[in-house]
């Protein structure tokens, strides 16, 4: 009987992020998971900003992530279902890692997806369109998600785009890596979007969301659990699901 009943959830692994001291060894951890939960894991939910940049052109691959790609592949050829949320920094992936590892791509509209998971009813998403976001955000995002404006962008040159990118995501970094700070205004919208989606969805037993670099397990309510999975810079925090219950853990 296979032993892989296990479904993980991880996010924010950032890799290649200009602040990140040791890319190698970031790289090398997050593989080094991977091959730890592969003999129990049937399913990996990977909820978004896993590489701190990317963008998909039509003849060329971006340098890096090798190990990191070969191991998902590794999981997907040995049938391990693996979901990858786009987030607000990987925001552009679109068919090749799908293709070429054997994965499915999730960009979900409303903040994320419903999904049954050995009977038990999930709310997955990413977290940075999960609740009522700010003007200036919102249209961010939207610009960023134009399809008309990625075509245009699509036609610089990577070897001006991809540097002016990772300075982009960088520039208010420069001292380190964000601060988990989950701010009061951020957390009501969390809240609410989450209470409003219990009353809507009675069977809903987790929302599990990445983005906001901040570990947090508390119920919704009396049936219902927000999981906030934190980040995988420095804390590595993921969660797994044992077809009963759910677990926010450290690595």
Not at 12 to 17: C, E, I, Q
Not at 50 to 69: A, M
Not at 169 to 189: D, F, I, Q
Request: proline share 5%; net charge positive; hydrophobic share 40%.
């Amino acid at each position: 009987m296979s032993g892989r009943t296990k479904s993980y959830f991880l996010s924010d692994a950032h890799l290649g992020a200009a602040y990140i001291a040791d890319p190698r060894a970031h790289e090398a951890a997050l593989v080094d998971f991977l091959r730890g939960i592969e003999p129990t894991a049937k399913a990996v939910y990977l909820l978004g900003d896993i590489l701190d940049y990317w963008f998909e052109y039509r003849t060329v691959v971006p340098r890096g992530y090798v190990r990191f790609f070969g191991q998902l592949a590794r999981m997907a050829d040995a049938g391990i279902e693996i979901v990858w949320f786009t987030g607000n920094h990987d925001i552009w992936l679109f068919d090749y890692l799908r293709d070429e590892l054997g994965i499915t791509i999730a960009d979900p509209s409303g903040g994320g997806l419903l999904k049954d998971i050995d009977g038990t009813l999930f709310f997955m998403g990413h977290g940075d369109d999960f609740g009522q976001q700010p003007r200036g955000y919102r249209a961010l995002r939207g610009i960023f998600r134009c399809r008309f404006l990625q075509k245009l962008y699509s036609g610089i040159h990577p070897r001006w785009s991809i540097p002016f990118a990772h300075g982009w995501s960088s520039h208010s970094r420069k001292s380190g890596p964000p601060v988990p700070v989950l701010t009061p205004r951020a957390r009501c919208a969390v809240e609410l979007a989450s209470r409003r989606l219990a009353v809507e969805n009675p069977a809903l037993r987790y929302i599990v969301l990445g983005h906001h670099h901040v570990a947090i397990d508390e119920p919704v309510s009396s049936t219902c659990r927000l999981v906030i999975l934190g980040e995988w810079i420095s804390s590595r925090t993921y969660a797994v699901f044992d077809g009963s219950s759910l677990q926010l853990l450290k690595y």
